[in-house]
């Protein structure tokens, strides 16, 4: 049973927008923090954005100002809005809970930035 299933991703040029969405399972979601992942080739996973449960926000260094994460509780979703996008950001981009209580993943849904 899929639990996690991001979508959103696709191909844009240096500068453009894309909003990412994560849809989570009810006993994923309910009562945790939840994050964006990204993953480019050759490098290791890392975290960009995390929200608690109450809707506090907090970003990685390299996606501050130009990323906002967001969550509907009633939902079980979880919305990456990616702005002013660079071709550093090309990665596969995952969501899951902030601290990985679970132990799975999906399938992520990829992101190219072209020069």
């Known amino acids: 049973q899929v639990q996690l299933v991001e979508s959103g991703g696709g191909l844009v040029q240096a500068g453009g927008s894309l909003r990412l969405s994560c849809a989570a399972s009810r006993t994923i979601f309910r009562d945790n923090d939840m994050g964006w992942y990204r993953q480019a080739p050759g490098k290791q996973r890392e975290l960009v954005a995390a929200?608690?449960?109450?809707?506090?926000?907090n970003y990685a260094d390299s996606v501050k100002g130009r990323f906002t994460i967001s969550r509907d509780n009633a939902k079980n979703m979880v919305y990456l809005q990616m702005n002013s996008l660079k071709p550093e950001d090309t990665a596969v981009y995952y969501c899951?809970?902030?601290?990985?209580?679970?132990?799975?993943w999906g399938q992520g849904t990829q992101v190219t930035v072209s020069s």
């Open positions: 929200i608690t449960s109450g809707g506090i926000t």
């Open positions: 899951n809970t902030r601290f990985l209580v679970y132990g799975i």
